[in-house]
């Protein structure tokens, strides 16, 4: 992994960033156990967007939530039910769902899982103008 230089804010300097996914994985591993079974790592921070790397222990939740902005998830192990709007999609290793603004929904591990979260993060202006702001439950 390349390391990018953040400000104190988390946000990164650089504007390029490599990283090595199965090696951030196997390092997830030496974090165990992991509270709640879930471990995650914001990976790259820059103010209108976010990835973050999720691993989760088999049955393992994330309660039902939003993100102010239009995210992706891309499945890199094991397989995930993800539920929203009413519907259950069960995601497998290599399969991407996108998601519009602030959908409410919950994620479950279905085995031992990661997963790659990708969020276009709203402007300044864009989330001061929402009636809610950033992860709401």
């Not at 209108?48 to 890199?76: N, P, Y």
């Not at 031992?112 to 300044?124: G, H």
Request: proline share 4%.
């Amino acid at each position: 992994m390349t390391i990018p230089v953040a400000a104190d804010d988390g946000t990164m300097i650089a504007d390029l960033a490599h990283f090595d996914l199965v090696r951030e994985m196997a390092e997830f591993e030496h974090h165990k156990p992991w509270p709640s079974g879930i471990y995650a790592r914001t990976l790259f921070k820059k103010s209108d967007f976010r990835l973050v790397l999720i691993c989760m222990e088999a049955a393992a939740t994330i309660k039902e939530h939003h993100a102010d902005g239009t995210s992706s998830v891309q499945v890199l192990k094991g397989a995930i039910r993800y539920k929203t709007q009413g519907q259950i999609y069960d995601l497998h290793t290599g399969s991407l769902l996108t998601l519009g603004a602030s959908i409410r929904h919950d994620v479950e591990a279905i085995g031992e899982s990661a997963f790659l979260l990708t969020i276009s993060w709203p402007d300044n202006q864009e989330l001061l103008a929402m009636p809610h702001r950033g992860y709401g439950t």
